[in-house]
Each structure stands twice: as C-alpha cells, then as structure tokens.
C-alpha cells in the first residue's frame, strides 16, 4: 500500500515527467522552426547569390562579344586598308608602266594643273629627260594663262614625275608624293567602290 506521500511523490513524478516531455517537445519544435527559417534562408541566399552569378557572367558574355566584335571590325577594317592600300600601290605601278608618250601626255596635264604664276622651272629625271618629246614644254606652256615653265637641263633626284620650281618654292609633283598627298582621299573613294 501505498502511503500518501508516496502518492505525493508519484504524482509529482508524473507531473515532472509530463513537463519535461512538455518542454522537449516544444524545444524540438522550436529547434525545427529554427532549422526550417535556415534552410529557407539559405536557399534565398543561394538562389540570389546564383542570380547575382548569372548576372556577372551575362555581364562578361556581353563584354567579351563586344570585345570580339570590336576585334573582328579592326581585323575587317585593317583588311580593306590593306586591299585599299594594294589598290594604290597597283595605280602607282600602272602609272609608272605607262608607255612614253601616255606618260608625257599625263605630265603635260600635271604641269598645267600644278603651274604657278610666273616663270617656272620644271625638273624632269635623268630618265625623263633623256627621252623628253619635243615640243613639251610649248604645249605645257600653249595650256597655260597666268605663267609659263621652262625645262630645266638639269635633273631632279627623282623616280618620275617632276618638280617645280618657282624662286625658293618646290612644287613636287611625283607620282610617290602624289600619291601620299591624296592617300586618304583616295583610300575613301576606292573603298566607297570596293566596300
């Protein structure tokens, strides 16, 4: 038999015992919660940290397209320069292959374009000058309103073309130097044709 006070106890056990079952389940619940709220947490972190990731590497995609198409214009442009330049070099070559007379005709209409005022001289090459047609100087001169050119017997360190000369002025009407002047025109106008 039991004695009151060893109800007492027994109740206070059962008591105790129904508490701390009480006490651990809301502990486990709330460590669960806490568990739960982190895992939620973490997969926001996660999926903004991926967002974040996603953007940086869009960013980089984009700039290394911009990149390459930025290379890829160059190596284009630096190509139709080239071409350009090739077409020149080949203008250059033909006038340079000219026949006499065809060469003679087109310095005859350089000396009239690039005359000046008063008397000029006009200094041919040693090559030039050796095979001077006659009379190129009076038909330089017969085109000419404002001056006139006389032929120099002596010759400019040149390859083609001439040299004018007027005082202290030196006019150079090379072929080379024609070509260099107007260069840039010339490279718009051929790629305006080609491109």
Do not use: H, W
């Not at 006490?23 to 568990?35: F, G, N, T």
């Not at 005359?115 to 030039?128: I, M, N, Q, T, V």
Request: hydrophobic content about 45%.
């Amino acid at each position: 038999m039991m004695s009151g006070l060893d109800r007492i106890i027994e109740k206070i056990n059962a008591d105790s015992l129904a508490s701390c079952r009480e006490i651990a389940d809301q502990a486990q619940k709330r460590a669960q919660d806490i568990v739960n709220d982190a895992d939620e947490r973490a997969e926001q972190v996660y999926a903004e940290i991926i967002a974040d990731a996603e953007k940086k590497a869009q960013s980089i995609m984009t700039m290394s397209e911009a990149n390459v198409s930025g290379i890829a214009r160059r190596a284009e442009l630096s190509a139709k320069v080239e071409a350009v330049d090739a077409a020149i070099e080949a203008a250059y070559d033909a006038m340079c292959d000219m026949g006499a007379d065809e060469y003679f005709a087109a310095l005859e209409k350089l000396a009239v374009r690039n005359a000046g005022r008063g008397e000029g001289e006009l200094r041919l090459s040693k090559r030039d000058l050796d095979r001077v047609p006659a009379g190129f100087a009076d038909r330089i001169n017969a085109a000419l309103t404002d001056g006139s050119v006389k032929l120099s017997g002596q010759s400019a360190d040149i390859d083609n073309g001439f040299i004018l000369v007027y005082g202290d002025i030196e006019i150079n009407c090379t072929f080379r130097a024609l070509i260099n002047e107007q260069k840039d025109i010339v490279r718009e106008k051929v790629c305006g044709v080609i491109f």
